[in-house]
């Protein structure tokens, strides 16, 4: 069988390492993954319920529409129902709008590094791929503006940015989307947009009846803790919301899904208990990183990315052989860095006392 050859250059996603493979490998009963991003403190508690309430339904497709939870978002956005879309989890929503607008003949700019599925998409749907190095760490919006051509088709900026947590303000943003030709479409992926707490950062969903070439892109996985549920979201005018659900897949989120994101949605008071102890972890983290002099990106997601100036994949296996998964910088294009999920409490406690002797450099095999 022959597929086709530019598949073939896409690496397949590599998640965070299964629990499961780590208690085998390393015969541990206890093991905490600090990889994913994940909310650790879980999801409201009002989820389950909601949960429940539909399990007598599974025989029955889900809406295709997401009506109600449409309606729910809508409200809640102060948007038009119209302008949105659903996708299981955010990350199809970046294949509905790859699949949509680029081809050969198209190119798509990215900074460099980010979320890998900006490039995977590209190449599978055979555009070119220009990829703008961070700056700082951050996206280097004049760069990437500077790189728009005649066959630009899709800019994307993630905000905060995967994997460095770092993000562009309110400012950056505005001059950059001036920029920007209409006939162009920039996405603003916010996967972590409830996390954040910055002053500066953009509130992007007033800008589009600005900025029609906008799609704001958000999720349920990250603080609202419906991971495994997969649903995800975007916001954009209602032509380019048109234009997607041409290419989406019919009945893509479930009805359990659905009726999860509905109750999380409403607990807004479990958004922001999370989004307060995760800035609590955060600060219990980087202030071990401060005493023992080690260099971060200032984070405004649920991660912190830093550098422990030690062969990330070493580390990485050291880390796993206590029972700590968390990524590897080199996997994420910070060779000597380590990407490690805000836990709870006990959670970052335990990973700061592992990491207490590889930084002083103690460890012994």
Known sequence: MQPKQRILNVPVYQPGKPIDDVKREFGLTEVIKLASNENPFGFSPDVKEAIMGHLDTLAVYPDGASLQLRWDLAEFLKVQPEQLIFGNGSDEVVQMISRAYLGEGTNTITATPTFPQYRSNAIIDGAELIEVPLKNGVHDLEAMADAINEQTRVVWVCNPNNPSGTIVTATELEAFLKRVPQNVLVVLDEAYYEYVVAEEYPQTVPMLSQYPNLIILRTFSKIYGLAALRIGYGIASAEVIDHLN????????????????????????????????????????????????????????????????????????????????????????????????????????????????????????
């Open 246 to 365: 041409h290419v989406r897949e019919p009945f893509n989120t479930s009805s359990l899904a659905q009726a999860a994101a509905r109750a999380a949605l409403k607990d807004q008071s479990f958004v922001e208990k999370c989004r307060n102890l995760n800035r609590q972890g955060m600060k219990q983290l980087t202030d071990q990183f401060d005493a023992w002099g080690l260099d971060y990106y200032p984070s405004q997601a649920n991660f912190v990315l830093v550098n422990l100036k030690q062969d990330s994949d070493e580390v990485f296996r050291k880390l796993l052989s206590q029972g700590i998964i968390v990524r590897s910088g080199r996997a994420l294009g910070f060779p000597g860095y380590q990407r490690i999920t805000v836990g709870n409490a006990e959670q970052n406690e335990k990973i700061l006392q592992a990491l207490r002797d590889i930084v002083a450099g103690a460890w012994k095999e």
